[in-house]
């Protein structure tokens, strides 16, 4: 079927680089529900580093009219590149990116395009549940907010992927874009800053989730790499343009989030899986001190079972202190882990005891 020539409304683009994805499933979920009358929907299948062809006949007859096939082979096994290519050839007024493997809830999309449009969002973030239907708790916006969250407040920075509906003028004004070569964090700085600089962002709540599909083996097998390029991405931040416009109280966020979540995940899997090695001892001992330099009040929100585990790594201990500090931290609801490095720091947003109540009543 020819391709569309209506000026989109939306431009959505799905990364895949494999003919054994369900694209066609992710596609039909984003044109359904939507209503013609709100304009043209246009999805791009961005193929990468594979030929299209293959990709295009898991549509059967049934190609939609709305569907083009882009293809790039840029040799790099990293979804930035073909979100960052989809991107460059969307023209609508606003985009949307999805994986391969995840689709979206019935009339998802139509009903983030409405919020958007009578809010004049920046970036319309919806609830992302499983496949089995159990609610991704991020972020932990507080419970009576809806509408015009704050980074800080509501936690944004905990959603890394810049999934649901975002203002195309407000992409290209702040220049965001996938971080190209890294196979892990490629879309830290992008979300990041979109969250703390891109204006105004409001939550879709139940007009419509986005699923995290679980079908890829090779989503939930870790390919484990070195712990310095995981860690690519906070010299990316930290030392970025933007950065340092950001108030103390943001950059503590943005600290705190990266040290609780991605420094400790990458730590803790490789620990698990017996890689904790020289090698991986001394990137998360450089990375935490690079932290504890740019951010050092980050530590003030972490629980002191956070803040004991941290200060272990950053001085290099043996792994059988580590492995009991990284136990600890984990034991959630203890006062090690309800209480923070400062006490003074107690109710902040970011602070365990918040952080923990407004991820259980999120809904």
């Known amino acids: 079927m020819k391709e569309a020539t209506v000026s989109p409304a939306v431009d959505v683009i799905i990364a895949t680089h494999n003919a054994g994805r369900p694209v066609e499933r992710a ?15 246009r999805v791009s299948v961005v193929c990468h580093n594979t030929d299209s062809g293959p990709i295009r006949e898991r549509f059967g007859d049934e190609l939609p009219p709305q569907v083009r096939f882009l293809e790039l082979r840029d040799g790099i096994p990293s979804p930035a590149g073909p979100f960052n290519h989809g991107l460059s050839q969307a023209t609508a007024p606003y985009v949307s990116i999805m994986g391969s493997d995840d689709w979206l809830e019935p009339g998802a999309l139509r009903g983030w395009w409405e919020l958007a449009e009578a809010r004049h969002s920046s970036a319309v973030i919806p609830r992302q549940v499983h496949a089995d239907g159990r609610i991704v708790r991020t972020p932990p916006i507080r419970s009576w907010r809806r509408g015009e969250l704050n980074a800080v407040k509501d936690r944004l920075g905990y959603r890394t992927a810049p999934l649901g509906l975002l203002r195309r003028s407000v992409v290209d004004e702040l220049g965001l874009a996938f971080s190209v070569g890294r196979r892990s964090g490629e879309d830290q700085e ?58 103390a109280v943001e950059q503590r966020s943005v600290g705190a989030r990266i040290i609780r979540v ?39 929100v972490l629980s002191r079972e956070d803040a004991t585990a941290f200060s272990l790594i950053r001085r290099r201990a043996g792994d059988a202190e580590l492995r009991t500090a990284l136990s600890r931290r984990r034991r959630f609801g203890t006062p090690g882990t309800l209480l923070t490095s400062d006490t003074a720091k107690l109710l902040a947003p970011d602070a365990p005891l918040r952080f923990m109540v407004a991820s259980v009543l999120l809904r």
Request: aromatic share 12%; net charge negative.
């Open 27 to 41: 596609t039909r979920s984003v044109l359904d529900g939507w209503d013609p009358a709100n304009g043209a929907v």
């Open 190 to 247: 992008f979300s990041t800053r979109l969250w703390f600089q891109g204006g105004r962002i409001d939550f879709a709540g139940r007009r419509g989730s986005y699923v995290v599909g679980d079908d890829a083996a090779d989503r939930v097998t870790r390919d484990f790499r070195p712990l310095s390029e995981d860690f690519a991405f906070v010299d990316g931040i930290l030392h970025s343009e933007w950065f340092p416009q950001l108030s």
């Open 262 to 300: 991605q420094f400790f995940a990458s730590v803790q899997a490789r620990v698990e899986a017996a890689l904790w090695d020289d090698g991986a001892r001394e990137a998360a001992a450089t990375t935490a001190e690079l932290l504890i330099s740019a951010v050092p009040a980050a530590l003030d």
